[in-house]
Every structure is written in structure tokens, then in C-alpha cells.
């Protein structure tokens, strides 16, 4: 035990002045005459022995009095499990991801029991410590260390942020900001989410350093949050029909019933669904998107999932206005099944050339290239079309009756390409369902087709990956990668070799062609940690840079490659919402950015786990408090040690108190 204020224990001299004063009776006596007195002297020998032990018991107590109040202005305390030294580096780690407005108290978030655990530990260290506030962010005034008042400020300005950060990032900050071979004292406050915290191992922590683990205990809740959501036909066409699928996770231990989710665009809402949702499951809902507007829709699927709010809400971008640019190269003036196909002008953009007067440069823009029924294709075109496809174009091949072998393997870069002409047409195979080129094509996968037929003119041996085969196990339609995409007809699209373009069967595969070719590189939402989005744009404004308007305005690093512009996105800045990409005065496109799915999973990790996995070493402490309460009285106990002078005061007024009573009923 010690004391805060041992001069106070010279007045432990005053202990004396109660014995003095029972010891020696400075009362004067006074002589009484009797005629006998051998009663009254049977009386004093009787009582005497009880007024000494009366006197004795009062001593007790004064002395006793006299002592704890002697104590009590001496401040005794038992010393402190960790002793503060002054000059030290603290680093104060706080945990300011949207986990921590999860609650761990009945109206306590998690985020405002973390800053006043904050404000405990900088009040219990000396005037001349520095400290480093480290958040989420990684802000600017994470860079050096700060002094206790600048710091109380920072951490009054302490907000929620849709970052995440593992263990060895922050680790990594702190080590970048002073070196790793200070000696420092760090505390990690957080709810140590299982799926952020990434991986654990023991040489994240320097034997120089000592890292304290503060857990917060959040509420075992029920968190609904949307996993995925996508368009059933991801070719969205303003005003015709789509379906949009939304994928439900329960990440709590109890179900939900009835959970009635919203869906709105432009601020209007669209429609509704009432989901129930298993423990630890997840249930997909969908919507009917019949839209009658034209350009970026926004669309915001909602619910109410209280307390844990903040994934309440999903983006998603839908653009009706884009057409998918379509060129036909062909031989013949007459118009082609193609030009039937693509001739929809709502949602094609259709341009025709004959093979002796093509504008090579309008390649570069179209999302499709056809080339139609060719006899010969010469050196110019091939090399204009071989650029289109290596720089990631879409090329489809169909062939005319008397094709140029050569001219068409140098195109199509198939040495082993023959031309041979069938005398009998085969009928096509029923379409393999579990081809990704035919997904979401058909609502009724039937055997019972009426399917085809054709003659092939041209030949390039066995496809077992091919999109459509005959009967005779054959390729009829294949694909190929090189670079971009090449689709390749074994027929010409002609009667005398094919029904094929008078089938239910051309029209969706034809579609499914031209969607697969678009280069735009449009999806309806992003993550926000994801780094990279790529744009299409017909022109740009000068050198002007695209702008990223939403919640606030972002210049990204760009660069352009023909029609395309690479944005690399800054992560660390951008809050999750609507964000129109702006060149000078136009928008040219709308983005959805939404947060990380890993940051609605609230299973925690324990603080005792972390330890072990850290090698469990006598340089990592753990803090077991489960309130702000019980934290500052850990705290002390652990820096201040255990005041006593309470305990010393009551037990003063306790044994005034007995004196008081002795005084007033021992007799």
C-alpha cells in the first residue's frame, strides 16, 4: 500500500492526546464525610471495574477515529498493475466503421462508448504525454502525434465512416507514421468484426510495443442487408419489360417475418415485397421494372431493419438510353435478316456498308461488327477488322455460299478453317441450357422445339464449347476469345442453306450476340472498394476531366483510350450513393456505389482469440470492461491503482459513531 500524501502521516501524533487525557485525570476531587462508609466502598469496588472497561472501549474508538481520518487526507491506494511514465508515445486506435453504430447498450452505439473509453485513457496520462488518434479514415492528423487537449478536440469530431480496415493495415499506418522500433503504447479499441479483421499473425506486433485489446460487445442482432441484386436481362431497354432480382441475407440468429422491402426509382416508388428470411439464410425477392423514361434512372431498393440501419438501402444505376452500335458489312444492296434484326432503332443503332465503300474509322466506335455474306474479303478490311477484335471488339462471321478460304482463315485466325459444302441440311441440336450464353433467354427449358435446319459451307473441326451444333455434333454457331469476341456461322444466312433467321431461335441469339459485344462496361452499381471503373464516351470536351458528382464532388485519375476512359476511383473518399460522371457541362453517365457487404457481417472475434493468434505474448493485454463505467474503474485500476481513502473515511465516521454510542447508552 502507499500513500498519495505520506507528510499527512505526522499526524498520526495526534493518537497521543487521547491517552494523555484517559491516562491522567485533571478533574480536582472533592472529600465527602460519612459516619460509615462500608456500604458505599462495596459499591465503588463494584462499578469501578465496569467505567474502565467503558473508558477503554471510547479510547479504542478515538483512537481508532484518529487513525482512519489520519488515513483518510493521506490518500492511501494499492499500487497500479502498469505503471504511466511520462515522455511516452500513446497510439489510440478507434474503430469508427458503420459495425460500430450497432448498439452495446440499451441506447448506447458502440462508436460513442469507444470515444468515451477514448477520453478515459487520455485523462490518466501525464500532462506531457503525446498521443496518435488513428481512425478508419487514416486523416491527415493521424500523421503525427498530438497533445492531450488537441486530441480530447479530435476525438469530439469522431464520425462514422464506410471504411474498413484489417488489422495489418493499421498496424502498417503506425509503423509508417513513427517507425516500428518506437516503443509505444497502443490501444486498439473496436468490435473486432471476423469478416474486416483479415488475417492475425503473430509478427504484426513488435516486442517494443504494447498493444491493449478493448473489445465492445455489441447486441446479438438480427442484420438484414442485401447481398446482390441484378437485372434478369442485363440488356436494359427504356420501356419494355425486365425483372430485377434482389438477393436478402439474414446474418442474425432469429428469423424475420414479413420484412417489407421497397423499391423506388427516381424517387418513386415502383414496388413492394414482403420477405421472410431464416436465421443465418438469405431469400431472393424480385420487382417488375416497366419504365417509360428514357436516360440514368436511380434506383434504391429499402427497408426498415432497426437498430442496425446503416445497410438499409442499396444503389442501383439503371441506364436506359444506351444503344448498342451495329455495323453490317455485305456484298449485296438488298436487306438482310441482319438489317431486320437490328433495325429496332429504340434500341439499335444501325449502319449498313458495302463492301467496296467502308468507313474503317466507324469500327472503332461500334459495339458489333457483321460481316455478311462475303466471296472475298481483302487485305484492308481484314486488317482494319483484326485491330477492331484485338483492342476488344465484336466480330460475327457469316459466310457466303462460295467463300475465299484464305482471305477467311486470315481473317477468323483459324489455319485449320475449310470450306466444305454439304449436300444435305441437318437440324440443329435443342440449345445446351447451361451455356451462359443462353442464360435468362428462356422461361421454359422444353425439348420440344421446332429447331432448324442448315447445310455448312464452312468447316473448322470439332467445338465441344460451341453455342449451337447439329445433330451430328457439328458446329453450327462458335465463339471465339481473341482479344475481343468472334462469332463464326457455319451456313450462309440463305434459304437454299438454312431456315435458321426464319426461327424463333435468331431473333434471342442474335440479341444475346450484340449485348455480349457492348463495350461500354456498364454495370448498375460498384462497391466502394473497388478501385478501377471503366466508362464509354463518344467525346470528351477538350481535355476537361470527367467529374464524379454525388454526395460530393471527385476528380479521379483518368486516362482514355479511344472511347473509353479509365477512372481510377480514390477509396478513402467517397460515400456510398448516386454519382453522375460529368465532361464540361454534359452527363455522360450515372454510377451506383454502395458499401462493402463484408461490413453488415457483425459476428465478432474475441478478444481472447486475437491474443493467441498474436502469439499471446506478455506484451498484449486485454481489457475485459463491458461499459464505460466499468472501463474507467479497470483503467484505473490498472494506471492509478486502487484508491483507499474512501474505505478510510466511512471507517472514521463508523468509529465516531461507536463513540457517540458508547458515550450515550453504555451506562
Same mark, same amino acid.
Given at each position: 500500500?502507499?500513500?498519495?500524501?505520506?507528510?499527512?502521516?505526522?499526524?498520526?501524533?495526534?493518537?497521543?492526546?487521547?491517552?494523555?487525557?484517559?491516562?491522567?485525570?485533571?478533574?480536582?476531587?472533592?472529600?465527602?464525610?460519612?459516619?460509615?462508609?462500608?456500604?458505599?466502598?462495596?459499591?465503588?469496588?463494584?462499578?469501578?471495574?465496569?467505567?474502565?472497561?467503558?473508558?477503554?472501549?471510547?479510547?479504542?474508538?478515538?483512537?481508532?477515529?484518529?487513525?482512519?481520518?489520519?488515513?483518510?487526507?493521506?490518500?492511501?491506494?494499492?499500487?497500479?498493475?502498469?505503471?504511466?511514465?511520462?515522455?511516452?508515445?500513446?497510439?489510440?486506435?478507434?474503430?469508427?466503421?458503420?459495425?460500430?453504430?450497432?448498439?452495446?447498450?440499451?441506447?448506447?452505439?458502440?462508436?460513442?462508448?469507444?470515444?468515451?473509453?477514448?477520453?478515459?485513457?487520455?485523462?490518466?496520462?501525464?500532462?506531457?504525454?503525446?498521443?496518435?488518434?488513428?481512425?478508419?479514415? @487514416?486523416?491527415?492528423?493521424?500523421?503525427?502525434?498530438?497533445?492531450?487537449?488537441?486530441?480530447?478536440?479530435?476525438?469530439?469530431?469522431?464520425?462514422?465512416?464506410?471504411?474498413?480496415?484489417?488489422?495489418?493495415?493499421?498496424?502498417?499506418?503506425?509503423?509508417?507514421?513513427?517507425?516500428?522500433?518506437?516503443?509505444?503504447?497502443?490501444?486498439?479499441?473496436?468490435?473486432?468484426?471476423?469478416?474486416?479483421?483479415?488475417?492475425?499473425?503473430?509478427?504484426?506486433?513488435?516486442?517494443?510495443?504494447?498493444?491493449?485489446?478493448?473489445?465492445?460487445?455489441?447486441?446479438?442482432?438480427?442484420?438484414?442487408?442485401?447481398?446482390?441484386?441484378?437485372?434478369?436481362?442485363?440488356?436494359?431497354?427504356?420501356?419494355?419489360?425486365?425483372?430485377?432480382?434482389?438477393?436478402?441475407?439474414?446474418?442474425?440468429?432469429?428469423?424475420?417475418?414479413?420484412?417489407?422491402?421497397?423499391?423506388?426509382?427516381?424517387?418513386?416508388?415502383?414496388?413492394?415485397?414482403?420477405?421472410?428470411?431464416?436465421?443465418?439464410?438469405?431469400?431472393?425477392?424480385?420487382?417488375?421494372?416497366?419504365?417509360?423514361?428514357?436516360?440514368?434512372?436511380?434506383?434504391?431498393?429499402?427497408?426498415?431493419?432497426?437498430?442496425?440501419?446503416?445497410?438499409?438501402?442499396?444503389?442501383?444505376?439503371?441506364?436506359?438510353?444506351?444503344?448498342?452500335?451495329?455495323?453490317?458489312?455485305?456484298?449485296?444492296?438488298?436487306?438482310?435478316?441482319?438489317?431486320?434484326?437490328?433495325?429496332?432503332?429504340?434500341?439499335?443503332?444501325?449502319?449498313?456498308?458495302?463492301?467496296?465503300?467502308?468507313?474503317?474509322?466507324?469500327?472503332?466506335?461500334?459495339?458489333?461488327?457483321?460481316?455478311?455474306?462475303?466471296?472475298?474479303?481483302?487485305?484492308?478490311?481484314?486488317?482494319?477488322?483484326?485491330?477492331?477484335?484485338?483492342?476488344?471488339?465484336?466480330?460475327?462471321?457469316?459466310?457466303?455460299?462460295?467463300?475465299?478460304?484464305?482471305?477467311?482463315?486470315?481473317?477468323?485466325?483459324?489455319?485449320?478453317?475449310?470450306?466444305?459444302?454439304?449436300?444435305?441440311?441437318?437440324?440443329?441440336?435443342?440449345?445446351?441450357?447451361?451455356?451462359?450464353?443462353?442464360?435468362?433467354?428462356?422461361?421454359?427449358?422444353?425439348?420440344?422445339?421446332?429447331?432448324?435446319?442448315?447445310?455448312?459451307?464452312?468447316?473448322?473441326?470439332?467445338?465441344?464449347?460451341?453455342?449451337?451444333?447439329?445433330?451430328?455434333?457439328?458446329?453450327?454457331?462458335?465463339?471465339?476469345?481473341?482479344?475481343?469476341?468472334?462469332?463464326?456461322?457455319?451456313?450462309?444466312?440463305?434459304?437454299? @442453306?438454312?431456315?435458321?433467321?426464319?426461327?424463333?431461335?435468331?431473333?434471342?441469339?442474335?440479341?444475346?450476340?450484340?449485348?455480349?459485344?457492348?463495350?461500354?462496361?456498364?454495370?448498375?452499381?460498384?462497391?466502394?472498394?473497388?478501385?478501377?471503373?471503366?466508362?464509354?464516351?463518344?467525346?470528351?470536351?477538350?481535355?476537361?476531366?470527367?467529374?464524379?458528382?454525388?454526395?460530393?464532388?471527385?476528380?479521379?485519375?483518368?486516362?482514355?483510350?479511344?472511347?473509353?476512359?479509365?477512372?481510377?476511383?480514390?477509396?478513402?473518399?467517397?460515400?456510398?450513393?448516386?454519382?453522375?460522371?460529368?465532361?464540361?457541362?454534359?452527363?455522360?453517365?450515372?454510377?451506383?456505389?454502395?458499401?462493402?457487404?463484408?461490413?453488415?457481417?457483425?459476428?465478432?472475434?474475441?478478444?481472447?482469440?486475437?491474443?493467441?493468434?498474436?502469439?499471446?505474448?506478455?506484451?498484449?493485454?486485454?481489457?475485459?470492461?463491458?461499459?464505460?463505467?466499468?472501463?474507467?474503474?479497470?483503467?484505473?485500476?490498472?494506471?492509478?491503482?486502487?484508491?483507499?481513502?474512501?474505505?478510510?473515511?466511512?471507517?472514521?465516521?463508523?468509529?465516531?459513531?461507536?463513540?457517540?454510542?458508547?458515550?450515550?447508552?453504555?451506562?
Amino acid at each position: 500500500m502507499s500513500f498519495v500524501y505520506p507528510t499527512f502521516l505526522w499526524a498520526l501524533a495526534a493518537l497521543s492526546v487521547p491517552i494523555i487525557v484517559h491516562l491522567f485525570n485533571f478533574r480536582k476531587t472533592q472529600k465527602i464525610f460519612f459516619s460509615s462508609t462500608r456500604f458505599l466502598k462495596q459499591v465503588q469496588e463494584a462499578t469501578s471495574a465496569k467505567r474502565r472497561l467503558k473508558h477503554y472501549l471510547i479510547l479504542a474508538s478515538r483512537l481508532l477515529f484518529l487513525l482512519f481520518l489520519v488515513l483518510a487526507f493521506a490518500q492511501p491506494f494499492l499500487p497500479a498493475e502498469e505503471q504511466v511514465s511520462a515522455q511516452q508515445q500513446v497510439v489510440i486506435v478507434l474503430d469508427n466503421s458503420l459495425s460500430m453504430s450497432a448498439p452495446v447498450g440499451e441506447k448506447t452505439r458502440a462508436l460513442d462508448a469507444g470515444i468515451a473509453m477514448a477520453n478515459q485513457l487520455v485523462e490518466i496520462f501525464p500532462q506531457d504525454t503525446r498521443f496518435q488518434l488513428i481512425t478508419n479514415d @487514416f486523416a491527415p492528423f493521424s500523421n503525427s502525434f498530438k497533445t492531450k487537449p488537441e486530441l480530447i478536440d479530435l476525438l469530439a469530431q469522431v464520425r462514422l465512416s464506410p471504411l474498413s480496415r484489417t488489422l495489418r493495415e493499421v498496424k502498417e499506418k503506425i509503423d509508417n507514421t513513427s517507425g516500428s522500433a518506437i516503443q509505444k503504447e497502443i490501444f486498439w479499441i473496436s468490435d473486432f468484426q471476423k469478416s474486416t479483421l483479415g488475417a492475425v499473425q503473430s509478427d504484426l506486433v513488435d516486442s517494443l510495443q504494447r498493444l491493449h485489446l478493448i473489445p465492445l460487445t455489441t447486441q446479438t442482432l438480427a442484420n438484414i442487408f442485401v447481398d446482390t441484386a441484378y437485372l434478369e436481362n442485363p440488356f436494359v431497354v427504356g420501356g419494355e419489360k425486365n425483372t430485377l432480382r434482389v438477393k436478402l441475407r439474414n446474418d442474425g440468429n432469429r428469423s424475420i417475418e414479413q420484412l417489407l422491402t421497397k423499391l423506388s426509382i427516381n424517387g418513386v416508388q415502383s414496388g413492394t415485397s414482403s420477405v421472410s428470411i431464416p436465421a443465418r439464410g438469405s431469400v431472393t425477392t424480385s420487382f417488375d421494372i416497366v419504365s417509360s423514361t428514357r436516360g440514368n434512372s436511380q434506383a434504391v431498393i429499402s427497408f426498415n431493419d432497426f437498430p442496425v440501419s446503416f445497410d438499409n438501402e442499396f444503389y442501383l444505376a439503371l441506364n436506359f438510353s444506351e444503344k448498342v452500335k451495329v455495323i453490317e458489312v455485305k456484298q449485296s444492296t438488298a436487306p438482310s435478316p441482319v438489317e431486320k434484326v437490328f433495325g429496332n432503332q429504340d434500341v439499335f443503332t444501325f449502319r449498313s456498308y458495302n463492301s467496296g465503300n467502308i468507313n474503317y474509322s466507324a469500327f472503332q466506335e461500334s459495339d458489333l461488327v457483321v460481316v455478311n455474306g462475303l466471296d472475298r474479303i481483302d487485305a484492308a478490311l481484314i486488317q482494319a477488322l483484326r485491330g477492331y477484335v484485338t483492342a476488344g471488339g465484336t466480330l460475327v462471321v457469316i459466310p457466303s455460299s462460295m467463300p475465299d478460304v484464305s482471305a477467311y482463315r486470315n481473317l477468323l485466325a483459324l489455319p485449320n478453317l475449310l470450306v466444305m459444302i454439304e449436300a444435305e441440311a441437318v437440324e440443329l441440336e435443342t440449345p445446351d441450357y447451361a451455356n451462359p450464353f443462353f442464360e435468362n433467354i428462356f422461361e421454359e427449358r422444353s425439348n420440344r422445339l421446332i429447331l432448324p435446319k442448315a447445310r455448312r459451307v464452312l468447316d473448322w473441326g470439332m467445338d465441344r464449347t460451341a453455342v449451337l451444333k447439329l445433330k451430328n455434333d457439328k458446329p453450327f454457331l462458335s465463339q471465339f476469345a481473341q482479344g475481343g469476341k468472334v462469332f463464326l456461322f457455319a451456313s450462309p444466312l440463305q434459304a437454299e @442453306f438454312t431456315d435458321f433467321n426464319a426461327n424463333f431461335l435468331f431473333l434471342p441469339v442474335m440479341y444475346r450476340v450484340a449485348t455480349s459485344g457492348k463495350k461500354a462496361d456498364w454495370r448498375p452499381y460498384y462497391k466502394l472498394t473497388e478501385t478501377v471503373i471503366t466508362m464509354r464516351v463518344d467525346s470528351l470536351p477538350g481535355e476537361e476531366p470527367i467529374r464524379l458528382a454525388g454526395q460530393q464532388e471527385i476528380i479521379p485519375t483518368q486516362r482514355k483510350l479511344t472511347d473509353r476512359v479509365i477512372l481510377e476511383l480514390p477509396r478513402f473518399s467517397m460515400q456510398a450513393g448516386f454519382y453522375s460522371a460529368i465532361a464540361g457541362k454534359d452527363t455522360t453517365g450515372l454510377f451506383a456505389f454502395n458499401l462493402d457487404s463484408r461490413e453488415s457481417l457483425l459476428e465478432q472475434v474475441s478478444a481472447t482469440e486475437i491474443k493467441q493468434l498474436l502469439g499471446g505474448g506478455d506484451n498484449i493485454t486485454l481489457f475485459e470492461a463491458t461499459s464505460t463505467e466499468t472501463f474507467t474503474n479497470e483503467i484505473k485500476t490498472r494506471y492509478l491503482g486502487t484508491p483507499l481513502w474512501k474505505y478510510a473515511l466511512m471507517l472514521a465516521l463508523f468509529f465516531l459513531l461507536v463513540e457517540v454510542m458508547l458515550i450515550r447508552f453504555l451506562k
